[in-house]
């Protein structure tokens, strides 16, 4: 911890940055609140909040942009920027207002600048600088994958340390969060992300033509076909089998899928962009062979860590965040992984795994108390369109060589 970091954290822990201030029925104290504007902006949604040092949002806003990349069949980067621009200003002032502070009640801003769209986190560190420059507010560079891993110590009491698995539409991570802005790298994705695949794979089968999916996303489209399809008609090979590791990949089983798309087609003498007779029985093979390579290698991450003590085989959890994290069967999968190895499985609600500003406002609340990246001076702060998290050990997994048992034997959700 710098000497600025070490002074700016006695001063917080001391009662003199500003807050609201309210009284203690027991004391007659005041207690001077800590609060934190957070600012989203990495990808596609603008979203603000303001989360005071007992976890309280006491106001968050939020614009998607969802509508407006269905139509164009995905995100355009050029296009997620002009909207970012149009409405942050709104987006911000609404969370303030909700939240009944202004600017100046602020301890300090924090903002995500890692990692995301170039051209969107562009926007948001922009707009914060010019708050942090006009109200002389400290700043605090949020990185966006450790806004997702520490989001649930918002909502639930978790203890350091405990495993983390990130899932969206652009990562795939699997983590051991040993402390705030502490974190070991056990695996990712070499490829695309299982949010970015199911997306894909969703646009190929036309999916936004089927009477049952008007307006939904590319993969929430496939989670509500797949409910009704059955799964055992289309058998995928999993990806990465004869690699022990806690890597992902996704391009390869999204190559399967195109091709088994393809011969459908074929057979049903359809043009591509008309609506398959089993659309639903493909989605759900397709959301199957997903569910089970996340979870083989989530297994073999739990097996890791506690073979090397990294967490303990008494009461480790499992954390599941992000995007795709709001998938059910998924969740239903890792929920088997978890109760079966005697892990605690633990997920934030629905509206706080896709991307908001209530997280980025709670890691900077998490940051602030550890003096941790709370920057008295901007000068030189850039945002990082690509940014690991934390140290990378997934060469030390993969000469573990840890064989995972056979999913079946092991997790009955497989069997239903």
């Not at 999916?213 to 090979?237: D, S, V, Y």
């Not at 990949?249 to 089993?278: P, R, T």
């Not at 009461?315 to 795709?324: I, K």
């Amino acid at each position: 911890m710098n000497g600025v970091a070490k002074s700016l954290l006695k001063w917080v822990k001391g009662g003199r940055a500003a807050g609201l201030r309210s009284g203690s029925a027991h004391s007659g104290k005041q207690h001077l609140r800590q609060l934190v504007l957070g600012i989203e902006t990495s990808c596609d949604d603008t979203g603000a909040a303001v989360v005071d040092d007992a976890g309280n949002v006491l106001g968050e806003a939020l614009h998607c942009q969802k509508e407006v990349h269905l139509q164009a069949g995905g995100i355009i980067p050029l296009v997620a920027q002009q909207l970012h621009r149009e409405n942050i200003e709104r987006v911000v002032k609404e969370a303030l207002s909700i939240s009944g502070v202004s600017a100046r009640d602020l301890a300090a801003i924090a903002t995500t600048v890692k990692p995301g769209l170039a051209l969107s986190l562009d926007v948001g560190l922009r707009y914060s600088l010019d708050l942090v420059n006009r109200y002389q507010k400290p700043f605090i560079p949020i990185h966006h994958m450790e806004a997702h891993a520490l989001t649930i110590r918002l909502t639930q009491h978790v203890e350091f340390p405990f495993l983390v698995l990130l899932l969206s539409g652009g990562h795939c991570i699997l983590a051991v969060a040993r402390g705030v802005s502490d974190f070991l790298l056990l695996g990712q994705t070499i490829d695309i992300a299982p949010g970015d695949m199911l997306d894909k794979v969703a646009r190929r089968l036309s999916v936004r033509k089927h009477p049952e999916c008007h307006g939904m996303a590319g993969g929430k489209a496939i989670e509500h076909l797949a409910q009704t399809g059955n799964r055992q008609q289309h058998l995928f090979r999993l990806p990465m089998q004869q690699y022990r590791n806690c890597d992902f990949s996704f391009s390869g089983l999204q190559n399967l899928v195109n091709k088994a798309i393809m011969q459908k087609e074929k057979e049903e003498g359809i043009q591509e962009g008309a609506i398959l007779s089993c659309v639903k029985d493909i989605a759900a093979a397709v959301q199957h062979a997903v569910a089970l390579h996340i979870i083989q290698r989530t297994y073999r991450a739990m097996l890791f860590c506690t073979k090397n003590s990294i967490l303990s085989s008494k009461n480790a959890t499992l954390v599941l965040s992000g995007g795709v994290a709001s998938n059910q069967y998924i969740r239903k999968g890792l929920q088997a992984l978890a109760d079966a190895n005697d892990f605690a499985f633990l997920c934030p609600p629905p509206r706080l795994c896709t991307d908001n500003g209530v997280m980025i406002a709670w890691n900077g609340i998490e940051r602030l108390r550890a003096g941790l990246g709370v920057l008295c001076s901007t000068d030189g702060i850039r945002y990082e369109p690509k940014a690991p998290l934390g140290i990378d050990i997934s060469k030390r997994v993969e000469e573990d060589s840890i064989k995972v048992p056979k999913l079946k034997k092991k997790i009955r959700w497989l069997a239903s």
